[in-house]
Protein backbone atom coordinates (compact mmCIF):
# COMPACT_ATOMS: atom_id res chain seq x y z
CA UNK A 1 0.00 0.00 0.00
CA UNK A 2 1.19 3.30 -1.06
CA UNK A 3 -0.34 6.58 0.15
CA UNK A 4 0.26 9.92 -1.46
CA UNK A 5 -0.33 13.38 -0.20
CA UNK A 6 0.13 16.54 -2.52
CA UNK A 7 0.86 20.05 -1.81
CA UNK A 8 1.95 22.92 -3.20
CA UNK A 9 -1.30 24.45 -5.30
CA UNK A 10 -2.79 27.42 -4.63
CA UNK A 11 -3.71 30.94 -6.74
CA UNK A 12 -0.91 32.28 -9.26
CA UNK A 13 -1.42 34.87 -12.00
CA UNK A 14 -0.98 34.10 -15.63
CA UNK A 15 3.09 33.56 -16.01
CA UNK A 16 3.80 32.42 -12.45
CA UNK A 17 5.50 29.21 -10.92
CA UNK A 18 4.28 26.87 -8.43
CA UNK A 19 6.05 23.73 -7.51
CA UNK A 20 3.65 21.04 -6.69
CA UNK A 21 5.65 18.51 -3.96
CA UNK A 22 3.31 14.78 -3.61
CA UNK A 23 4.81 12.59 -0.52
CA UNK A 24 4.77 9.06 -0.38
CA UNK A 25 4.36 6.51 2.69
CA UNK A 26 6.41 3.04 2.61
CA UNK A 27 9.46 2.24 2.11
CA UNK A 28 9.11 1.27 -1.48
CA UNK A 29 9.02 4.36 -3.56
CA UNK A 30 11.71 3.74 -5.98
CA UNK A 31 9.89 0.79 -6.77
CA UNK A 32 7.25 2.84 -8.54
CA UNK A 33 6.84 5.08 -11.76
CA UNK A 34 5.47 7.94 -10.59
CA UNK A 35 2.84 10.24 -12.48
CA UNK A 36 1.08 14.19 -12.44
CA UNK A 37 -2.15 13.91 -13.76
CA UNK A 38 -4.63 16.70 -14.15
CA UNK A 39 -8.52 17.25 -14.07
CA UNK A 40 -10.26 20.57 -14.90
CA UNK A 41 -14.02 20.97 -13.96
CA UNK A 42 -15.92 19.65 -16.74
CA UNK A 43 -13.19 17.70 -18.38
CA UNK A 44 -11.40 14.54 -18.07
CA UNK A 45 -8.66 13.64 -16.28
CA UNK A 46 -5.56 13.62 -18.34
CA UNK A 47 -1.60 13.10 -18.09
CA UNK A 48 0.61 15.52 -17.23
CA UNK A 49 4.28 14.06 -16.80
CA UNK A 50 5.42 10.94 -15.58
CA UNK A 51 8.92 9.93 -14.35
CA UNK A 52 10.76 6.30 -14.36
CA UNK A 53 11.59 4.88 -11.19
CA UNK A 54 15.29 5.41 -11.01
CA UNK A 55 14.12 9.12 -12.46
CA UNK A 56 16.55 9.24 -15.78
CA UNK A 57 13.40 9.10 -17.73
CA UNK A 58 10.70 11.44 -18.09
CA UNK A 59 8.12 12.45 -20.56
CA UNK A 60 4.99 15.33 -20.66
CA UNK A 61 1.93 16.26 -22.05
CA UNK A 62 2.23 18.15 -25.67
CA UNK A 63 0.59 21.17 -23.46
CA UNK A 64 3.55 21.28 -20.75
CA UNK A 65 6.21 20.39 -22.46
CA UNK A 66 8.86 23.09 -21.96
CA UNK A 67 7.44 24.62 -18.91
CA UNK A 68 6.95 22.24 -16.21
CA UNK A 69 9.42 19.84 -15.43
CA UNK A 70 8.66 16.73 -13.20
CA UNK A 71 11.57 15.21 -10.86
CA UNK A 72 11.85 12.91 -7.70
CA UNK A 73 14.07 12.52 -4.76
CA UNK A 74 14.13 8.76 -3.88
CA UNK A 75 15.49 9.42 -0.57
CA UNK A 76 12.88 11.66 0.57
CA UNK A 77 9.89 9.83 -1.13
CA UNK A 78 8.83 12.60 -3.04
CA UNK A 79 7.98 13.29 -6.34
CA UNK A 80 7.87 17.26 -7.71
CA UNK A 81 6.08 18.89 -10.49
CA UNK A 82 7.92 22.60 -11.12
CA UNK A 83 5.55 24.46 -12.96
CA UNK A 84 6.59 27.70 -15.24
CA UNK A 85 5.05 30.13 -17.35
CA UNK A 86 1.38 29.09 -15.78
CA UNK A 87 -1.43 29.61 -17.97
CA UNK A 88 -5.04 30.00 -17.19
CA UNK A 89 -6.16 27.05 -19.25
CA UNK A 90 -3.68 25.45 -16.60
CA UNK A 91 -6.11 25.57 -14.26
CA UNK A 92 -7.25 22.27 -12.67
CA UNK A 93 -7.28 19.76 -9.53
CA UNK A 94 -3.75 18.43 -9.93
CA UNK A 95 -3.19 14.22 -8.58
CA UNK A 96 -0.06 12.85 -8.51
CA UNK A 97 -0.28 8.46 -9.27
CA UNK A 98 1.99 5.78 -8.47
CA UNK A 99 2.49 3.01 -10.83
CA UNK A 100 4.06 -0.59 -10.58
CA UNK A 101 4.15 -0.81 -14.13
CA UNK A 102 7.43 0.12 -15.46
CA UNK A 103 6.05 2.52 -18.62
CA UNK A 104 2.74 3.34 -17.56
CA UNK A 105 0.72 4.28 -20.36
CA UNK A 106 -2.44 5.26 -19.36
CA UNK A 107 -4.34 6.23 -15.90
CA UNK A 108 -5.22 2.38 -15.81
CA UNK A 109 -1.80 1.31 -15.20
CA UNK A 110 -1.14 3.75 -12.37
CA UNK A 111 -2.56 1.65 -9.19
CA UNK A 112 -2.12 4.52 -6.26
CA UNK A 113 -3.42 8.13 -6.66
CA UNK A 114 -3.62 11.35 -4.15
CA UNK A 115 -6.32 13.42 -3.03
CA UNK A 116 -5.30 16.40 -5.30
CA UNK A 117 -4.41 19.87 -5.04
CA UNK A 118 -6.10 22.51 -6.61
CA UNK A 119 -3.99 24.72 -9.01
CA UNK A 120 -5.62 28.24 -10.09
CA UNK A 121 -4.21 30.54 -12.16
CA UNK A 122 -6.03 34.04 -13.25
CA UNK A 123 -5.37 35.99 -16.24
Not at 111 to 122: A, M
Amino acid sequence: QVRLVESGGGLVQAGGSLRLSCAASGRTFSRYAMGWFRQAPGKEREFVAGISRSGGNTNYADSVNGRFTISRDNAKNTVYLQMNSLKPEDTAVYYCAASSTILPGSPRDYNYWGQGTQVTVSS
